[in-house]
């Protein structure tokens, strides 16, 4: 089946310090792919459509310039987070859709998630 | 626009016994639903889906949902819940075209054995 692969799995720095996820497709290309974040027992917010070889498409209230994101290939997102500070430390999920299929079918797929921590 | 919701913020059932957690629906056309599990420091594993047909869906792991078009519910079954099905569950919708998955708040599954 689809796997969706997310790296880190658990990141610890310092308060400024810039971090990089990255999020592939590992057996299907997705020319989109969407960037979760859920906060402790709380359910997950959507925070960015990722389109490759495009800009992202961002929610309202999420800071483009604080999280970077970066579609360059069919099977490649990076989200990073900028100059990060404690009240970006969260859980943050990657999903994407293998729409070779037909999309309406087809379920999201899930990373494992990356847990940030900064100190 | 499409939304779910979850009424219960905690399910506690016994192992061995039936369970249900709900989920209901407001979406604008067809809706397209789905149940999700999400396990400790994981990212969430997809059960089942209902796109169109049967009303009853069948899903991975024993799970079932039942869409209800009158009632806009789509609640998640089980027939006989194991200790290892204890997790957070969600369920979600999303619109037409390849759009995000919208979530509902979840749903903290406790099986007792």
């Known amino acids: 089946g689809a796997v969706v692969s997310q790296h880190p799995s658990w990141v610890i720095c310092k308060s400024g310090t810039s971090v990089k996820i990255e999020c592939r497709s590992l057996?299907?290309?997705?020319?989109?792919m969407f960037w979760y974040r859920q906060f402790p027992k709380q359910s997950l917010m959507l925070m960015a459509t990722?389109?490759?070889?495009?800009?992202?498409?961002?929610e309202q209230g999420v800071e483009k310039d604080k999280f970077l994101i970066n579609h360059a290939s069919l099977t490649l997102s990076t989200l990073t987070v900028t100059s990060a500070h404690p009240e970006d430390s969260s859980f943050y999920i990657c999903?994407?859709?293998?729409?070779?299929?037909?999309?309406?079918?087809?379920?999201?797929?899930f990373g494992d998630g990356t847990r940030l921590s900064i100190l | 626009a499409q939304s779910v919701a979850q009424p219960e913020d905690q399910v506690n059932v016994a192992e061995g016994n039936p369970l249900t957690v709900k989920c209901t629906y407001s979406v604008s056309g067809n809706p397209y639903l789905f149940w999700y599990v999400q396990y400790p420091n994981r990212g969430l594993q997809f059960l089942l889906k209902?796109?169109?047909?049967?009303?009853l869906v069948k899903g991975s792991y024993g799970f079932e949902a039942e869409f209800n078009k009158s009632q806009t519910s789509f609640h998640l079954k089980k027939p006989s819940a194991l200790v290892s099905d204890s997790a957070l569950y969600f369920c979600a919708v999303h619109g037409s075209g390849n759009t995000p998955l919208v979530f509902g708040k979840g749903t903290r599954l406790s099986v007792i054995a």
């Open positions: 209902y796109i169109t047909g049967d009303n």
């Open positions: 990722s389109n490759e070889g495009s800009k992202a498409t961002y």
């Open positions: 999903s994407a859709r293998d729409t070779g299929a037909g999309l309406s079918n087809q379920p999201q797929h």
């Open positions: 057996d299907f290309q997705a020319t989109t």
